[in-house]
């Protein structure tokens, strides 16, 4: 795990390395950016370096950061059908952080997706940032940084990651998945500077299989009637489910995000093109003949458009199922 292996945010490397080098490095971090992009990458290579700033790593500590058993990094995701950091799980980083490493230098904790914190969460570790021990270090990782407690962000050091390079991206899936430069042109376009993304197309193709799923449904192919929408969509619903019996890169909850993504930019092009827009800013580039083809005229605003994936991400967090959720979001709109 070193930094040259890492894609894209070349500037972000190093100032990290030089901060790690020149123990000059916060002991409280936030990385912020945009979903899929390498952030959490970014975040284990660090706490090895930490971890070990040795130039030769021990062979079996690395071992250990690669299958995350090592007793000195700690890696929190959400848990349970609310996709949440418990108070439980905090309340255990916060009594960890004050004991000695076990085996390496520092200990590293990675909180990932910390906007998904609880308030009472997010709460009891706001001591624990205001007087970090000086051999460990917390990492907050986030694409929605704006949803994390104020308190909180006001006591982490923030490093902004951006998206990929498209050429990086293609460059990077020459050498991993020996595609053609035609093949990871197309993918990179689809994944919009996401390496997640592009990682993820080249891996398991049923991605592609989803995304067309949804755009046949917004493009209305095929669809005339509620009765043949909500077909589509209970279609859609069981794709993605039995998706997630194979192994993915992306959380359950993360492909639903990324599915809410596409909607809201899918009206979002139709808008770009009404008013004759750029159209190299638009998302679906790919699809640019299709979003031709639909009405432009009686389009829903865009304002409207916000406020109903809204209530469609309420309904997700309530457990309502992914069909009914979309189903109230397209009557909404007047879809047929």
């Not at 020459?174 to 042109?185: F, I």
């Not at 859609?236 to 993504?261: A, G, H, N, P």
Request: overall charge negative.
């Amino acid at each position: 795990m070193n930094f040259d292996d890492l894609i894209g945010n070349d500037n972000i490397k190093e100032n990290l390395k030089k901060a790690a080098v020149s123990n000059t490095l916060s002991n409280t971090l936030l990385f912020s950016g945009p979903d899929a992009i390498g952030k959490s990458l970014f975040a284990v290579t660090l706490a090895t370096y930490l971890m070990n700033p040795e130039v030769d790593i021990d062979p079996d500590a690395l071992k250990k950061i690669k299958n995350n058993s090592h007793p000195d990094l700690h890696i929190l995701e959400p848990e349970g059908k609310t996709s949440l950091h418990s108070i439980a799980s905090i309340k255990n980083l916060i009594e960890e952080v004050f004991m000695a490493p076990f085996e390496a230098q520092a200990k590293v904790f990675i909180i990932k997706d910390a906007h998904r914190m609880l308030k009472a969460s997010a709460n009891a570790l706001l001591k624990t940032l205001e007087e970090p021990t000086f051999d460990s270090y917390i990492i907050l990782v986030s694409s929605r940084s704006d949803e994390i407690l104020p308190t909180i962000v006001s006591r982490c050091f923030r490093i902004n990651f951006s998206n990929i390079q498209s050429e990086e991206i293609i460059s990077f899936l020459q050498k991993t998945n020996s595609l053609s430069y035609e093949d990871a042109s197309k993918i990179a376009k689809i994944a919009d500077g996401s390496i997640g993304r592009a990682i993820e197309l080249a891996n398991h193709p049923d991605y592609l299989k989803k995304r067309n799923l949804l755009i046949n449904i917004l493009a209305k192919e095929n669809i005339s009637s509620y009765i043949e929408l909500s077909d589509a969509l209970a279609h859609l619903e069981d794709t993605y489910i039995q998706s997630f019996s194979k192994d993915s890169q992306i959380t359950f909850q993360k492909e639903v995000d990324l599915l809410i993504e596409k909607i809201f930019y899918w009206f979002r092009d139709l808008h770009l093109l009404k008013t004759k827009g750029d159209e190299k800013l638009l998302f679906f580039s790919d699809k640019i003949e299709l979003l031709r083809k639909q009405n432009l005229y009686n389009l829903p605003s865009l304002e409207k458009i916000i406020v109903l994936i809204d209530e469609v991400v309420d309904s997700l967090s309530r457990n309502i199922k992914l069909k009914h959720a979309l189903e109230n979001f397209f009557i909404k709109i007047k879809f047929i």
